[in-house]
């Protein structure tokens, strides 16, 4: 069984910034596939971005060049960080790993 606890959303002005933690535990990190996802109110939950156990990374046309995915397995931790917010960026953003266990997700609100 793995845990997950996000951290890091809060509300941020258009063309803020953002980081975004998810810290793992009871699992070995290292070996995972992490993924962030985000769901907006009304809509279904959408991949963000994804980082494999080797590093190689993948994300949403709708955040490529303004979002990036990192990870530090010394830490069991990974990255999402957030440049050029958008007013559509607002969403809960959810942590997954091995596309099997979720975090309760952190709430990233964009406004002015």
């Known amino acids: 069984q793995v845990q997950l606890v996000e951290s890091g959303g809060g509300l941020v002005q258009p063309g803020g910034s953002l980081r975004l933690s998810c810290a793992a535990s009871?699992?070995?990190?290292?070996?995972?596939?992490m993924g962030w996802y985000r769901q907006a109110p009304g809509m279904q939950r959408e991949l963000v971005a994804a980082?494999?156990?080797?590093?190689?990374?993948d994300y949403a046309d709708s955040v490529k060049g303004r979002f990036s995915i990192s990870r530090d397995n010394a830490k069991n931790t990974v990255y999402l960080q957030m440049n050029g917010l958008k007013p559509e960026d607002t969403a809960v953003y959810y942590c997954r790993a091995s596309r099997t266990w979720w975090g309760q997700g952190t709430q990233v609100t964009v406004s002015s």
């Open positions: 009871g699992g070995i990190f290292s070996m995972y596939t």
């Open positions: 980082i494999s156990s080797g590093g190689d990374t």
